[in-house]
């Protein structure tokens, strides 16, 4: 059975399509046949995990972003894997293209059932040096992208009486992330949307959780200074996590085993919400209290 990586590992190796493919889940074959997932960023590593793993189980994939060449290769290793999909070059961050994505998957496959809205991005910088275009390009796709996704979705889930979820991609709410204040700002803003629209939503049959993700082995944490390493396993697990740790709790939260499960944050972290620091730029000096 495969372990999953550890800090001391190739932190920066992506699982392989053929990993993804053979890596063990706990939930049936099946699960989700007939049924379509939409996923936004979905070619990169949790986006492509969850195409993975959500087409194993029998669904066939909506995946959107804003690189046409990289859909494209990952429409061509869903295929390879007998995983049906359809892929769209657009960004979450313009409501007009966000209802034409939704028109096109209604129009091409007559039903959408699950919404992950897994697209971000994020830079460490400290705060006094964000540019209000820095800040907005966060935002903007995390939060008001999220919003547009889940508003669009729900429109049409209401209007076809049709039950549908949404899993929000985000990340620990209750302690700060120094080095990241826009996506503090975007992701708490995410969560408790959605925890305010699982109620007002809830006579249309919606559910929407969300998971608080925790550091997971990407290619992306290269873009983090050495001296923030130190802190992507300070949890008391002490290690890092994986993708398919996500993918497998995005399923969870949107199969039959959530059925009674709404307006959740699910945290995914190895127990960094309960115990830890995360220092995107590293622990300055004046805070090493410990030391």
Same mark, same amino acid.
């Given at each position: 059975m495969a372990e999953a990586k550890?800090?001391?590992?190739?932190?920066y190796k992506a699982l392989s399509d053929e990993e993804l493919a053979a890596w063990p889940t706990v939930f049936r074959d099946g699960i989700f046949k007939d049924q379509v997932v939409l996923i936004s960023g979905a070619a990169g590593g949790i986006g492509r995990a969850c195409?993975?793993?959500? +087409? !194993?189980?029998?669904?066939?994939?909506?995946?959107?972003g804003r690189d046409q060449a990289s859909l494209d290769e990952l429409q061509e290793g869903l295929a390879r894997l007998g995983i049906r999909s359809s892929m769209h070059a657009m960004t979450i961050r313009?409501?007009?293209?966000?209802?034409a994505l939704m028109d096109a998957a209604w129009a091409e496959h007559g039903r959408l059932d699950v919404l992950i809205n897994n697209a971000g991005g994020q830079f460490a910088a400290p705060a006094l040096d964000i540019t209000p275009k820095g800040w907005h390009a966060v935002v903007e796709t995390i939060l008001y992208g999220s919003w547009y996704m889940m508003q669009a979705a729900a429109r049409r889930w209401r209007d076809h009486n049709h039950p549908g979820s949404v899993v929000n991609m985000a990340t620990i709410i209750g302690h700060a992330f120094v080095g990241i204040p826009h996506t503090a700002?975007?992701?708490?803003?995410?969560?408790?949307? +959605? !925890?305010t629209l699982s109620v007002e939503w809830a006579p249309y049959r919606?559910?929407?959780?969300?998971?608080?993700?925790?550091?997971?082995?990407?290619?992306?944490?290269?873009?983090?200074p050495v001296t923030a390493r130190p802190y992507f396993a300070h949890n008391p697990m002490r290690r890092i996590g994986d993708v398919m740790?996500?993918?497998?709790a995005a399923v969870y939260l949107s199969a039959p085993s959530a059925k009674f499960v709404t307006g959740v944050v699910l945290p995914v972290d190895g127990g960094e919400d309960v115990w830890g620091e995360y220092w995107p730029l590293g622990k300055p000096e004046y805070f090493r209290v410990e030391e």
């Open positions: 550890t800090y001391q590992e190739d932190i195409s993975i793993l959500f +087409g !194993r189980l029998g669904a066939t994939i909506v995946g959107c313009d409501p007009e293209q966000v209802e700002a975007a992701r708490a803003g995410q969560v408790n949307l +959605g !925890r919606i559910r929407i959780n969300s998971i608080a993700i925790g550091t997971v082995a990407s290619p992306g944490l290269v873009n983090y740790d996500i993918a497998e």
